[in-house]
């Protein structure tokens, strides 16, 4: 497990600066736009940072990092992503279908499903290409000229990318990103924006506090799992299956595997 960063080393690429960053409305906005040039963003509503969408009270809930919607009611998610954990594509098809879920009232009729953006920022190639984005739509296996046009969009970014068209704003902030490097105006307000939040003692005080939870929860996980490999020794021991003690402990998937067969 990664090690938790102390205030003054977050950096854009960590969850918590970035969602703070984007707080400014303007810079949020910007990035929008240098995202999809090709797209009129007159103004943006407040961002809702770490919005939580839970459709049900005993499913499984999703937070987001930012949540934005545009003067065409587009909704856009951007989420940042500083490691790869092999499952980005699955993940975007889960939040997109949860944006949905939120969007629409029961009963209301499927025509009003706004149209919406998925969008991950990675410091990583996600698939390899070099591409500075890569953007994908529903489109007919058939005939890929024939796009489905039900108003969604999953969009990667990789701030190693050095391949493909891009705006010139959005290759700085990239840049920035990857190297943290400088190399323009975007980039340069971006920077004083990371600034200014370090310098935000709620924030800060926030994130502290968000920590201390993070490492009580994991001190509580791990005495949790303590215990249980306490219990599943002592199954084996009165099952006298003592090879099976010495592989499970060096051996995980053996070990989730004798969990489920003593239901623990």
Known sequence: ???????????????????????????????????????????????????????????????????????????????????????????????????????IEK??????????????????DLFGKGRYLYTFRNLCVEDDAIELNDGTAKVFLNAKGRRGSADPALKEFLSYLDSGQIKGDFAKRIEKEVKRVRENKEWRREYMTLLMRDRENLEKGRKEGEEKMLTLIECLIKDNRIDDIAKMKTDKTYRQKLYQEYSL
């Open 107 to 124: 009963g209301e009729h499927y025509r009003n499903l706004k149209e919406s953006f998925v969008i991950f920022i990675c410091t990583f």
């Open 1 to 103: 497990m990664e090690k938790a960063k102390a205030w003054e080393e977050l950096e854009l690429k960590d969850d918590f600066m970035f969602a703070k960053v984007m707080r400014n409305q303007i810079l949020c906005k910007e990035l929008l736009q240098a995202i999809f040039p090709y797209m009129k963003i007159i103004h943006i509503e407040y961002p809702e940072e770490q919005k939580s969408i839970n459709i049900t009270s005993d499913g499984k809930s999703v937070r987001l990092d930012v949540y934005v919607q545009d003067d065409a009611e587009i909704v856009y998610n951007i989420e940042i992503q500083s490691v790869d954990t092999g499952e980005l594509p699955k993940r975007s098809r889960y939040y997109q279908g949860m944006i949905d879920l939120n969007l």
